[in-house]
């Protein structure tokens, strides 16, 4: 059975820091793109990070860039989320996901067919 696995969320301080893990299992993890996504209390789920399964190219949201790291280890099919310098606005439950084979279509959701159950960030201003 597929499963994608988040640990590491939790509450954090203004300017902390967080490392995201996600454990799949059950798929083809290195022909897949990988993302994360994350809704925050009241608004709608939204792209923050993807890397994709031959270049290991990432992509970021505007509002992440210069403060999020996305990465992968194929060999462990785990993909990561550094987080720094956090704000209160990054609070939000944080969903791994997994592409459909070979997608190149990496920040909108419909290109995922496997997701998480979801992480919850907490930053305290």
């Known amino acids: 059975q597929v499963q994608l696995v988040e640990s590491g969320g939790g509450l954090v301080q203004a300017g902390g820091s967080l490392r995201l893990s996600c454990a799949a299992s059950g798929l083809t993890f290195s022909s897949r793109a990988m993302g994360w996504f994350r809704q925050a209390p009241g608004k709608e789920r939204e792209f923050v990070a993807a890397?994709?399964?031959?270049?290991?190219?990432?992509y970021y949201a505007d509002s992440v860039k210069g403060r999020f790291t996305i990465s992968r280890d194929n060999a462990k099919s785990t993909v990561y989320l550094q987080m720094n310098s956090l704000k209160p606005e990054d609070t939000a439950v944080y969903y791994c996901a997994a592409a459909q084979p070979n997608q190149l279509r990496v920040k909108v959701n419909h290109t995922y067919d496997h997701w998480g159950q979801g992480t919850q960030v907490t930053v305290s201003s």
């Open positions: 890397i994709t399964w031959s270049t290991y190219f990432p």
